[in-house]
């Protein structure tokens, strides 16, 4: 243990940073229920427009590069949130996957480990939210020519929000909320987002002539009829078509991809297994085909959103997005498209998913080969990986078996373990595979990230709902909640 | 050695082995926060925040309303880039 | 038994044995009936949107905001 380790340059920030306190006694299940719905309401209601910064997008040079990597981070363009949750989950899930490959030394049995690891990821991530904040004021994508104090509201603004936004995931995580605060807050949002884009009724303007068109696909199939700008027949088919704004086409892919998540997630390995202690107690322990969950595909775009970020920054601000320059020739550079999305070219548009299935062919077949090997094969690699050191491996499953008095029905108690070798990690990485490819399929049909939000959203949903509902059976189900609710479906 | 009688030195050897295996299962740094039984990310959930640490403690119910006030801070300083009719 | 071929064998053969390793899995999975199916889809459905619901009011108090400042 010789030498500096990265954990250890928490230290001098440790005692600087804002941290929530843990509670000391268990929340009952109907506060967490009002504390993360408040928690989630708070970060939606931060999707606010950024002050300073003209609403319209007319005179930045550069448009939004990462139009496609939004709808899996929670991310609204040009508001608070810009950047959505992306920074902290990138950093909790690289920084716990190098800590798992033993690339960082933590010992997560001191306590002091821990707590210093816990500090430095969110040291890592507002620290994200600085740098992605600056390379975007760099970039002009805010405009060109701001003044130094706009510079300076542009970074109180941003980072403030990231802040407060690792907060409240924190108050969710420390145990006020149900566990994951980055997940919940994700799947709230792009269910939010679901809603806003078939039933949204805010009117936002599409033309010069200010004519207005809702949000949501459907309420624009209604308006459609009676819209001044459109025939009766072009409001039909725009509708379907308009590729501004979210159209009936692009929902109905959306609504099939969450129906076969839903499918598929409730795929399962069921197990036979017995109890030691008492005869007689036959039961099932089902391994899911899900085993990761949403996580592998946050993973992959996670690196996807990486790699654009480092690329946009090295094209824009080194190659100053001229197609002649050094950088830009390697790299590819953007084009500006509708006035709202930054597409890159060439070699950087083999990462990007296509904007439209039968445009996307014609004008970049490679990146209907390279985006989806991307997807899949670092998905699956970190499913394998994943699987292994997150607690969920064949082992801790062994160990949790022993110390819940059961075992495997005709297996020997030594053999478990083995046994379940034999099943987890191809459950995770199948798994993941299928979620990759049902992703893949949606991306390329031209959703520009709604397919994947999808997926890790009803995914997420799915892995979050397993424990809400274990917590309330775990309270034994006298909430004031459910009285008004109803008993939530058990799974 | 393949005539050695059963029990004797090679039990006692054997034991050895399976106890050094051990020791060194218990030595070994586990893997993430939920391996080594403290909460954190399980195989579907991501989860960062486990452990307090040590600085400055707020309580949920301020960093909420610190939060609401950040946003209204912001919604302010729309109203006076408004009021004053130009962008600072 | 690859020996000379070499890489190339063995960088066919990884996605191969995934694609097996997967197939056989899922043959060996239960899956949901219709009726477990539809009953997963409603409440997943309704949950959903009433997630949707609550969080889309939310951003509707947005627009009367904008209409004032902007």
């Known amino acids: ?143 060109v020519d701001l003044t130094w104090v706009h510079i300076f509201l542009l970074n109180v603004q941003l980072n403030g929000a990231g802040l407060f936004a690792s907060l409240l995931t924190e108050v969710i995580d420390k145990g006020f909320g149900f566990t994951s605060g980055p997940m919940i807050i994700n799947t709230i949002v792009i269910a939010t987002n679901l809603v806003a884009d078939t039933l949204g009724v805010n009117q936002i303007s599409v033309d010069a002539e ?72 036959n039961n ?21 959103f990486s790699i654009h970020i480092v690329a946009f920054a090295a094209i824009v601000l080194v190659g100053k997005n001229n197609p002649s320059s050094l950088v830009c020739k390697v790299l590819g550079h953007y084009e500006m498209v509708n006035n709202i999305l930054a597409v890159p070219t060439f070699p950087l548009s083999m990462l990007t998913p296509p904007r439209s299935l039968i445009g996307g062919i014609l004008s970049a077949p490679l990146s209907f080969i390279v985006y989806p090997l991307f997807v899949l094969t670092t998905g699956v690699w970190f499913a394998y990986r994943w699987q292994a050191i997150s607690g969920g491996s064949a082992r801790d499953l062994a160990l949790d078996f022993k110390e819940q008095g059961i075992t495997l029905t005709g297996r020997r108690e030594q053999n478990i373990a083995k046994e379940l070798e034999k099943v987890i990690p191809s459950a995770s990485t199948t798994g993941a595979g299928l979620l990759a490819l049902l992703t893949i399929a949606g991306e390329l049909l031209g959703l520009k990230g709604k397919a994947a939000g999808m997926v890790v959203g009803v995914a997420g949903g799915f892995s979050l709902l397993e424990i809400i509902s274990m917590d309330y059976q775990q309270t034994g189900g006298d909430s004031a909640l459910s009285g008004v609710l109803g008993t939530p479906t058990n799974f | 050695m393949s005539s050695t ?71 302010a300083l729309h109203v006076i880039s408004k009021v004053t009719g130009k962008l600072f | ?47 959903f949107i009433a997630v949707g619901l609550i969080g889309y009011a939310i951003k509707l108090i947005h627009i009367p905001i904008r209409y004032v400042i902007v």
Do not use: W
């Not at chain 1, 049995?109 to 975007?136: A, C, G, W």
């Not at chain 3, 071929?5 to 060996?28: A, C, H, M, V």
């Open chain 1, 284 to 304: 099932v322990y089902p391994v899911r085909l899900f085993h990761i969950g949403c996580l592998s595909i946050t993973f992959s775009y996670v690196l996807l």
């Open chain 3, 1 to 47: 038994m690859a020996g000379e071929k070499g890489s190339e064998k063995q960088l066919l053969d990884t996605p191969l044995e995934f694609i097996r390793d997967g197939n056989q899995f899922l043959k060996k999975c239960k899956k949901p009936d219709t009726k477990e199916y539809f009953k997963i889809i409603r409440a997943v459905g309704i949950g």
């Open chain 1, 1 to 143: 243990m010789a030498g500096l380790r990265l954990i250890d340059l928490a230290k001098p920030i440790f005692t600087l940073l804002p941290e929530v306190e843990v509670p000391f006694e268990k929340i009952p299940f109907d506060d967490k229920v009002v504390y993360t719905i408040f928690s989630a309401l708070i970060y939606l209601f931060a999707q606010f427009p950024l002050a300073g910064v003209k609403k319209d997008a007319a005179d930045a040079t550069i448009k939004d590069p990462i139009y496609f990597l939004r709808g899996v981070f929670a991310a609204e363009p040009r508001t608070l949130l810009e950047f959505g949750i992306f920074p902290i989950v990138s950093s909790g899930l690289i920084l716990q996957l190098l800590a798992g490959l033993k690339v960082i030394k933590v010992n997560f049995k001191l306590q002091r480990d821990r707590e210093l690891f816990q500090t430095l990821t969110k040291v890592f991530s507002l620290l994200q939210y600085f740098l992605l904040t600056n390379i975007f004021i760099a970039s002009g994508y805010y405009g």
């Open chain 1, 210 to 281: 200010g004519n207005t068109e809702p949000q949501g696909a459907l309420i624009n199939l209604f308006q459609g009829f009676r819209a001044k700008h459109k025939t009766f027949l072009g409001g039909i088919v725009s509708a379907f078509d308009r590729d501004y704004l979210p159209n009936l086409s692009t929902m109905a892919i959306v609504l099939c991809i969450g129906i076969i998540v839903c499918y598929l997630q409730s795929f399962r390995l069921e197990l036979p297994i017995r109890s030691t202690k008492a005869r007689g107690m």
């Open chain 2, 5 to 75: 009688p059963p029990g004797g030195q090679r039990t006692l050897q054997k034991r050895r082995q399976a106890q050094t295996a051990k020791d060194k299962q218990a030595k070994q740094t586990p893997t993430s926060a939920r391996t080594a039984g403290h909460g954190g990310s399980s195989n579907s959930i991501l989860k960062i925040y486990t452990d307090e640490a040590n600085g400055l403690r707020v309580d949920p119910l301020v960093v909420l309303f610190l939060a609401v006030g950040f946003i209204f801070s912001v919604v």
